[in-house]
């Protein structure tokens, strides 16, 4: 079982940045893909980033919303990803949760909520216009 816990949420004014933190638990965290999601009132849950872990070269994956302007990156010293989010929009408001395949191989695409295993409880950020 593995814990995933976030951090980070609150209010900010468009334009403003935020940066979001990931705390997972395990002695393997290097090799776990690590996505952020985010769900909106009254939408769908959304993929926002993924950084894929060592066995795929940690490579990085962004919905086409947030290209150029979030940054999803890893401290596998401190089993923690962090999503860097700039110029941010109101557009951008909803609950942000982190999630994790543990390691497990997988076919699913990355984007894909089916793909991961475990899940935090998700952090709220707020854009105001």
């Known amino acids: 079982q593995v814990q995933v816990a976030e951090s980070g949420g609150g209010l900010v004014q468009a334009g403003g940045s935020l940066r979001l933190s990931c705390a997972a638990s395990?002695?393997?965290?290097?090799?776990?893909?690590m996505a952020w999601f985010r769900q909106a009132p009254g939408k769908e849950r959304e993929f926002v980033a993924v950084?894929?872990?060592?066995?795929?070269?940690?490579?990085?994956f962004y919905v086409e919303s947030v290209k150029g302007r979030f940054a999803i990156s890893r401290d596998n010293a401190k089993n923690t990803v962090y999503l860097q989010m700039n110029s941010l929009k109101p557009e951008d408001t909803a609950v942000y949760l982190c999630?994790?395949?543990?390691?497990?191989?997988?076919?699913?695409?990355?984007?894909?909520?089916?793909?991961?295993?475990?899940w935090g409880q998700g952090t709220q950020v707020t854009v105001s216009s």
């Open positions: 999630a994790t395949n543990g390691g497990r191989a997988s076919t699913t695409s990355y984007s894909r909520s089916q793909r991961y295993d475990y």
């Open positions: 395990g002695r393997t965290f290097s090799t776990y893909a």
């Open positions: 950084i894929t872990g060592s066995r795929t070269s940690d490579r990085t």
